[in-house]
């Protein structure tokens, strides 16, 4: 009988990550299961069964989930959607014979999910983030402001939550809307113009981060990890430069501060972790508890992460079969150029 592996509603990346655990499963002992809200959603193209979820949240949404469990006899279950809430109960899933392969525990998952806890949290001996202030109102944003002003050039801010960068924007004291709109940069804004929409707003739901910009290039690093031992980290260096391929890079920094953060957060599966230079050198952006949307291209370097994520959440007996089979994980290939465009069914692996 195969095992079932089930990925709930999550991100684009989903059919890409279905494509590449089936390149390593040459027994084919695994059974690919995918659901989505929207019934056209890409991962039904790759899964081995497609099944539309119902529009449902918080807690009914996870009683849907144990009951698909129970009924489709999944073996391992993924969640993207609702990963916090299902941590919160995964006893239950355990109790039923299916295993979660969840990035963390409970605490800390709600931890990533808000940036300016995780930067309030990161050892930043060991792994130093951008400077950064939590704003609620527009009196702690003045304050926040001229505090990083007088240490930093250009300051920036987001969200405490969001996803994608949705919401970033660097501030400017010079050049108004229009003329940003006019000139396609899209991720600047005014501050004069920002702080009189703050006026009269008692608070910021979600808050605010503020921190300083950093300018320089940017590494996305690719995981798979078992419980606070990492296992592999493919790098990603990316240019400022548009259209410009990334570059699998072993920067010993970024290794350093990657086995860090694991450790500390006792990460777990695949997720992604996101580091860019600075004035003052390498920082810590943020954690993803979840693999990136160019998870799969990092794949380019040898290793099949999803796959090798996959097999490390199952059972001791379940992973010797695929071990039985599968082909083996060959080193990490550095110094490559990879486009963001690459299909996984092209990737050397």
């Known amino acids: 009988m195969p095992l079932k592996i089930w990925f709930n509603k999550s991100f684009s990346v989903t059919h890409?990550?279905?494509?590449?655990?089936?390149?390593?499963?040459i027994g084919n002992h695994l059974q690919l299961l995918a659901s989505h809200s929207v019934d056209t959603a890409m991962a039904r193209l790759t899964a081995d069964d497609w099944f539309v979820e119902p529009e449902l949240s918080g807690q009914d949404y996870v009683d849907w989930c144990l009951q698909f469990c129970v009924e489709q006899r999944v073996t391992l279950f993924v969640p993207g959607k609702a990963a916090i809430n299902i941590a919160r109960r995964l006893d239950e899933f355990l109790d039923i014979?299916?295993?979660?392969?969840?990035?963390?525990d409970t605490d800390t998952l709600v931890l990533l999910d808000n940036k300016a806890a995780?930067?309030?949290?990161?050892?930043?001996?060991?792994t130093p983030t951008a400077e950064?202030?939590?704003?609620?109102?527009?009196?702690?944003?003045?304050?926040?402001?001229?505090?990083?002003?007088?240490?930093?050039?250009?300051l920036c801010l987001k969200p405490s939550i969001s996803v994608f960068g949705l919401g970033f924007r660097i501030l400017d004291e010079t050049h108004d809307a229009l003329e940003h709109v006019l000139a396609g940069q899209e991720q600047m804004l005014n501050i004069h113009e920002l702080t009189r929409a703050m006026q009269g707003k008692p608070d910021f739901k979600p808050s605010l981060i503020l921190m300083e910009f950093l300018a320089g290039e940017e590494w996305s690093v690719d995981c798979v990890a078992e419980h606070g031992e990492l296992i592999y980290a493919i790098q990603r260096r990316k240019s400022n430069v548009l259209s410009t391929p990334q570059y699998i890079d072993n920067h010993p920094d970024i290794a350093r501060m990657t086995h860090a953060l694991t450790r500390q957060f006792a990460l777990n599966g695949l997720f992604n972790i996101q580091f860019r230079m600075g004035e003052h050198g390498i920082r810590v952006l943020e954690i993803n508890a979840r693999p990136s949307g160019g998870s799969p291209v990092a794949c380019a370097a040898g290793i099949n992460l999803p796959f090798e994520a996959i097999l490390r959440a199952l059972a001791p007996e379940d992973q010797a079969v695929l071990r039985t089979h599968a082909q083996p994980a060959t080193e990490n290939s550095h110094g490559q150029h990879i486009h963001q465009t690459m299909q996984p069914c092209a990737l050397a692996l």
Not at 19 to 25: A, E, G, V
Not at 97 to 104: E, H, K, M, S
Not at 135 to 151: C, S, T
């Open 16 to 25: 890409n990550l279905l494509d590449l655990i089936r390149q390593d499963d």
């Open 97 to 104: 014979g299916t295993r979660v392969l969840l990035c963390a």
């Open 118 to 126: 995780f930067s309030a949290a990161v050892d930043q001996e060991q």
């Open 132 to 154: 950064t202030i939590e704003v609620q109102n527009l009196a702690e944003f003045e304050a926040g402001y001229a505090a990083l002003k007088q240490r930093h050039s250009t």
